[in-house]
């Protein structure tokens, strides 16, 4: 490319930008004016409608009766009147995932998890977190993401076109990812919309806060099921999907008070007889934890997870915990034919430096193994590499210890290791799923008492406190309804 040409190539990026710089746009719940970088209306409507299956299919499909979808629906519906942008063809949809989230996409499509229903106390709760969603439409945070996303790529762009590589990156001009965190303004500016359109719609401008609390509780004790500090979730974590750092939390709580409801609605037992058989945890169709015991009736698999271990099950990989910041991963990998070892060494393991590369045999399996060593940000870590064939299926551990617990560690990943097992159809048929239950406190039943019942490994009395929102030193009263978690 001669100089001329870059001259010229230069300028006609800069006079394609400057065109797009120039987008601004009444920011509708506001009154003030937002840097959209020409994302129009139409624009959102376009990428909401195209995400909309898609989103979909990445969280396990739409989940619920037809009866619970309208539910959801009829409240969504209902807070988005009250908005400033109540013409929009809104969406609101119940995805099948246990993970505790909420999002939405352009052009007025609202998403919800059963994680996050299930978690949540009362219909004003749900109503909060609805509400929030509508808050980031309203006030154009997409667009206003998408301005600020082309700024930063104006330097970018021009060093690709002066490079030489004219245009190669001029398709992703403005790209967004649309479910990418919000900023710290964007998220308290959404939680001041959401008791707006909560008080408008009549419903406990509290539930903002109190669904907020609930998140954060729940945040903290996931935190410590990683091994992590539980003080870590008040910190803004700007990669977190939902963050609920008890700044925002108090934030709320001083928001709601501002408010003013006559009467404010709450709807706690409606809420509850919806929650009641709702699906809870993991799918079946992407596996659970039984006990100490990984089962996943669908590819008819099992393993064994070791004491103190925590597992956290995605439908990308699952993945475990334990002391010392030892943990697993565990996923599946495309079909292979050839040998294990050939697959660990030439395929999976190939740009790794592996030593001790052995084919094994596990229950029946053709598996292999190999360890590694890899640098970090938090210095060096020890990596054993498990892979097995069922027919031509793959799966694979990655084993993870500090190279001073290496050794203390061996023994209980090996027997991770060695009990690795096909499931047959009478297991797998028997298997069943956790299911929410409302029951109503007796006299005479305590938090441990009814927490010990919980069909969980680890942390029953805390995940019960949790799911019903008590503090550690709150206490039952007979007649209360709460939730609890059983066998389907």
């Keep these: 490319m001669t100089g001329t040409t870059k001259f010229l190539s230069t300028l006609a990026v800069a006079a394609l930008l400057a065109g797009q710089l120039s987008g601004c746009a009444k920011n509708p719940a506001t009154g003030g004016t937002s840097f959209t970088g020409g994302f129009s209306e139409a624009d959102e409507i376009r990428i909401g409608r195209e995400t909309h299956p898609k989103i979909i299919a990445e969280f396990g499909g739409e989940y619920g009766s037809p009866e619970l979808k309208r539910y959801v629906d009829s409240i969504g519906q209902l807070l ?4 400033e942008r109540p013409n929009l063809k809104w969406s609101f949809t119940l995805l099948n995932s246990d993970i505790v989230n909420a999002f939405a996409t352009p052009g007025g499509y609202v998403y919800i998890t059963r994680g996050l229903m299930s978690l949540a106390d009362n219909e004003a709760q749900l109503a909060g977190v609805l509400a929030h969603e509508i808050g980031h439409i309203t006030a154009l945070h997409h667009a206003r993401r998408q301005g600020q996303s082309l700024l930063a790529n104006v330097g970018v762009i021009a060093a690709a076109v002066l490079g030489g590589r004219a245009g190669a990156e001029l398709g992703q001009l403005g790209a967004v990812s649309l479910l990418q ?4 303004d964007n998220e308290y500016e959404s939680d001041e919309l959401g008791v707006r359109y909560l008080s408008r719609a009549g419903y406990d401008p509290d539930a903002m806060a109190g669904f907020l609390n609930k998140l954060r509780a729940s945040s903290r004790l996931d935190a410590i099921r990683r091994g ?3 003080d870590s979730v008040d910190q803004f974590n700007y990669l977190a999907t939902h963050p609920a750092p008890v700044a925002r939390v108090q934030r709320a709580t001083g928001l709601s008070r501002k408010a003013n409801v006559k009467n404010p609605v709450t709807a706690r037992d409606i809420y509850l007889s919806k929650l009641d058989g709702m699906l809870y945890g993991d799918d079946p169709d992407q596996g659970f934890l039984r006990g100490r015991e990984f089962l996943h009736p669908k590819l008819r698999f099992a393993f064994r997870v070791p004491e103190g271990f925590s597992v956290f099950n995605t439908p990308q990989a699952v993945h475990g915990f334990g002391p010392s910041n030892t943990r697993f991963i565990f996923d599946g990998a495309k079909p292979y034919s050839g040998s294990m070892t050939r697959y660990i060494g030439q395929v999976w393991g190939k740009k790794m430096r592996l030593t001790d590369l052995e084919r094994i045999t596990v229950n029946g399996l053709e598996a292999a193994t190999a360890i590694t060593r890899a640098r970090t940000r ?25 190279p001073n617990r290496t050794a203390a560690m061996s023994e209980d990943l090996r027997r991770v290791t060695y009990s690795f097992r096909t499931m047959g159809a009478r297991e797998a048929g028997n298997l069943k799923p956790l299911v929410l239950r409302v029951a109503t406190v007796r006299r005479g039943d305590t938090v441990s008492g009814l927490a010990r019942s919980l069909p969980f490994p680890d942390f029953k009395e805390e995940r019960f406190r949790v799911l019903n929102g008590l503090g550690p030193n709150d206490g039952l009263k007979a007649g209360q309804k709460i939730k609890t978690v059983t066998l389907r």
């Design 181 to 184: 965190s919000y900023s710290r």
């Design 80 to 83: 988005a009147k009250t908005s």
């Design 228 to 230: 992590q500090s539980p």
């Design 378 to 402: 938090s210095g060096a870590v020890d990596l054993r590499l498990v892979a097995y064939r069922i027919d031509k299926s793959i799966y694979r551990f990655i084993f993870v210890t500090p």
